[in-house]
């Protein structure tokens, strides 16, 4: 059972796992592991993505809606428009169905997601989950970067494959270049990530460092994870953006936006640090108000 903290009701409620089973089996079942050795490969993720880009897919979409709560209120192309469970999982919202608050010293969740929050960044010591940690520059490759981010703070995006899988800027500011990582796809679910030690070294990811106009440099790092055929970015790099500019989609299944901020930049609203504390994560929307500049 995963447990995540509502904001809205002030208490814990046991998150809805689609294919939890699966997941328990790969990752906790001895007798799952040779399956775990095929479905963490590119092929098995592509082949994945591929189906889920097919006309046969629509199929699919009705029962997911019904089942798993999805709005269609607050979808900005109707139902009836996706030729494909993909271009459905990509869907894209209206703007009053995330409204966010403007100001230049509000930080806001770039994205629907389950937040985890870690102070005080160790970049030789980066924890990934209680007693599992990995090393910053192994993450981005670039010991400039960990430097950079050295002491700073990370807040952890889960989205979950139920969730609305459109990830945006936090800030207005520049955008750089993206740089892709090739990399494994295991699941980023809290069960895999207590299996896998140094699952996001493994996994398939993407950096970005953005200049913001109100946090300084912040980077931004998209993990693929078992069935995410892609990791598509929208934005233009160089090009300046406004807060809440969309940055980008994943494609079908699970995944994760990884956002590090330098020392002394921002302060996390406190009832998110007080559940990331004990290993709770909180669950945000995009838009919605998570802390402000430190002053």
Do not use: C
């Not at 709005?71 to 271009?87: A, G, I, R, V, Y």
């Amino acid at each position: 059972m995963i447990q995540l903290y509502n904001r809205t009701t002030k208490k814990l409620e046991e998150e809805n796992v689609l294919g939890g089973q699966f997941l328990s089996l790969l990752y906790e079942k001895p007798y799952g592991k040779p399956l775990l050795f095929f479905v963490k490969r590119k092929f098995f993720s592509a082949f994945y993505g591929k189906l889920m880009d097919t006309r046969w897919s629509k199929k699919l979409i009705p029962s997911f809606v019904e089942n798993n709560g999805v709005k269609s209120s607050e979808l900005l192309n109707p139902l009836s428009s996706f030729q494909s469970f993909n271009e459905f999982f990509a869907r894209k919202l209206k703007k009053t169905a995330r409204p966010f608050d403007a100001a230049g010293d509000i930080l806001i969740s770039p994205a629907d997601a389950r937040l985890l929050v870690f102070e005080d960044l160790r970049k030789d010591a980066v924890l990934q989950v209680k007693g599992l940690t990995y090393e910053l520059e192994d993450l981005l490759k670039d010991k400039d970067l960990a430097d950079l981010f050295d002491g700073g703070t990370v807040l952890v995006f889960r989205l979950n494959p139920l969730d609305y899988h459109r990830f945006h800027f936090m800030d207005s500011g520049t955008p750089k270049e993206t740089t892709s990582i090739d990399g494994l796809y295991y699941s980023v679910n809290p069960v895999a990530l207590k299996s896998i030690p140094r699952l996001y070294i493994e996994n398939k990811r993407a950096l970005t460092l953005f200049e913001s106009t109100h946090f300084g440099p912040v980077l931004y790092v998209e993990v693929g994870a078992t069935n995410v055929g892609s990791i598509i970015e929208t934005y233009t790099p160089a090009v300046p953006v406004e807060k809440g500019a969309e940055k980008g989609y994943f494609k079908f299944g699970g995944s994760t936006v990884i956002l590090f901020f330098a020392k002394d930049t921002v302060t996390v609203d406190q009832d998110i640090l007080d559940h990331s504390h004990q290993g709770i994560e909180t669950r945000v929307l995009f838009g919605e108000t998570i802390g402000k500049r430190k002053i």
